[in-house]
């Protein structure tokens, strides 16, 4: 997700501490298109550190309860507009609930690794769209 003066992205990670984290943690830290902003392990959290880091992407593992969930993308959509979300879902109640709040995109976790590049660039053209 390279932005129009090809800045590396911000990246903020919300998830459940455990394995998935920990996954999230080596796909996004192992790109050289990325910096990894922090990590979250709830709404709150994120919010606080999303006002605090603007990034330009916050990923949302399915590890969170789906309520907390849909409002952080509320809000996301309501106080951080420039802030982009994905969601990682692991069944189509949790992808519908993540399109209907509002996500940017909602995606399978088991196909973020084949999936990454092709988002994070049409978030990256969308974003210099925005911005032109």
């Known amino acids: 997700m390279t932005a129009k003066?090809?800045?590396?992205s911000r990246v903020l990670i919300v998830s459940l501490p455990g394995m998935m984290q920990n996954v999230l943690r080596e796909t996004f830290t192992?790109?050289?298109?990325?910096?990894?902003v922090g990590f979250a392990s709830g709404g709150l959290s994120a919010v606080s550190l999303i006002r605090q880091e603007q990034p330009d992407l916050v990923?949302?593992?399915s590890s969170l309860p789906e309520a907390e969930t849909s409002k952080l993308i509320l809000w996301i959509k309501s106080d951080s507009q420039h802030t982009r979300s994905l969601v990682l879902v692991e069944n189509t109640q949790q992808l519908n609930k993540a399109t209907?709040?509002?996500a940017d995109v909602a995606l399978r976790s088991y196909s973020l690794l084949d999936s990454l590049d092709n988002v994070l660039e049409s978030m990256s053209t969308n974003?210099?769209?925005n911005t032109e």
């Open 100 to 102: 209907s709040a509002g």
């Open 127 to 129: 974003q210099r769209t």
């Open 59 to 61: 990923v949302i593992d």
């Open 5 to 8: 003066n090809n800045r590396r």
């Open 30 to 36: 192992n790109r050289a298109d990325v910096d990894v």
